[in-house]
């Protein structure tokens, strides 16, 4: 039979140089495996790695069907590709026995994840297995394995779909090496953005969003990211930080580790993800002084109504709705901002909050019209 160093070329990904599981063709025309190029795409790179032309802008990935269907023939052949033929212990024990290699872990990584993606029965068989968490955590120290970090929080990131999976893997130890991972500089910009992604998915519970917030660094790791990171990087360290902060707690520690300047700096870059944060803090009293301190809070706020998404509009009215209703001072900004004018066409808009929203403002701002005078 042959071995997989036998099989042909065209099958394998040529950044991953292993075989495909879902193999894309990129806009210059060439197949890769679709979690190595949206990698490489996540870490702000626009040239195709073959050709190294530019890419279009957006560049979209279209499934080769035809090429899945012919790496499906060659699954007698590699026992990794069919799910069927890979008895889950055995995958397990490959990645806990300290002499297994590293490509060995990490077409184990790469199985076990793909067959946990809708599979909540396997995810629990997996979560159960005594070894395996304590495994996944270690690799997420592994500074000099990228991949091996990448795989491993993959797996975890799809074991925590499930809420008592949530809680098991806090309680595991999770949050150190995430937190770790979040303000490692040596880490891959992929790897931090899936970390503040595990973390957003452990914050949707209730309890863990108390606890993850008491760990020591956590909401500072995130606001750090979200400061000093790239694009996906800064996007899920505003959505970890917006799961966090729905927990009342969380508002005042997320200001006291300077969350306001950095968010309202990432919103007026485009970011409108931190408009969503910005919402949430506003109805905290140190979130407003802050807010009241920064240096263009309602210039922001009131491009975000011009230019913004519908979400992002309902949470800059929801921020300058209660800033104006605890400052005067705002009130007189927001006055000569125009936002009165604006929040007029926005009654009408589709969207029922944002209606409800500008309506509220609208009101409070037409009570105030005398100060400008």
């Known amino acids: 039979m042959a071995a997989e160093a036998e099989l042909p070329e065209y099958l394998k990904c040529p950044i991953s140089l292993e075989i495909m599981s879902d193999p894309v063709i990129l806009s210059s025309g060439h197949t890769f495996d679709r979690s190595s190029i949206q990698r490489w795409l996540d870490a702000g790179h626009r040239t195709c790695p073959i050709t190294k032309l530019p890419l279009p802008e957006h560049s979209s990935l279209i499934p080769n069907h035809a090429l899945r269907s012919l790496i499906s023939n ?9 799910s069927s033929n890979s008895h889950p212990q055995t995958l397990i024990s490959t990645l806990t026995s300290p002499s297994s290699p590293l490509p060995s872990k990490l077409h184990a990584l790469h199985h076990l994840t793909r067959l946990s993606h809708s599979d909540s029965l396997f995810r629990r068989r997996l979560f159960n297995s005594p070894a395996l968490v304590p495994a996944l ?33 806090v309680a595991e130890g999770l949050l150190s090496p995430l937190i770790s991972l979040l303000l490692s500089s040596a880490a891959p910009s992929d790897c931090r953005a899936l970390a503040a992604t595990l973390l957003t998915s452990l914050a949707v519970l209730h309890v863990n969003k108390a606890t993850i917030g008491a760990f020591p660094g956590s909401i500072n790791a995130l606001v750090t990211l979200l400061r000093d990171g790239k694009g996906r990087e800064r996007k899920e360290a505003a959505t970890a930080l917006y799961a966090l902060c729905s927990f009342p707690d969380n508002r005042r520690k997320a200001v006291e580790c300077g969350a306001v300047p950095v968010l309202f700096r990432c919103a007026d870059s485009g970011l409108e993800r931190s408009v969503e944060v910005i919402g949430v803090l506003s109805k905290s009293k140190e979130g407003r002084e802050q807010m009241e301190r920064f240096c263009g809070c309602v210039q922001i706020l009131t491009r975000v109504f011009r230019n913004g998404s519908s979400r992002g509009v309902q949470y800059a009215l929801m921020a300058l709705y209660s800033l ?50």
Do not use: M
Not at 74 to 82: E, K, M, Q, S
Not at 148 to 168: E, F, I, P, Q, Y
């Open 74 to 82: 060659y699954a007698p052949i590699n026992p990794l590709i069919n």
């Open 137 to 169: 955590l270690t690799f997420l120290q592994h500074i000099s394995a990228a991949d091996l970090r990448h795989r491993a929080l993959s797996l975890l990131l799809h074991l925590s779909l499930d809420d008592d999976a949530k809680v098991g893997l």
């Open 324 to 373: 104006c209703c605890h400052s005067q001072e705002t009130v007189v900004e927001a006055l000569k901002n125009g936002v009165l004018e604006i929040c007029q066409g926005l009654v009408e808009d589709d969207n029922v909050t944002v209606r409800r929203n500008s309506s509220c403002l609208v009101q409070l701002l037409r009570g105030n019209t005398h100060r400008l005078s």
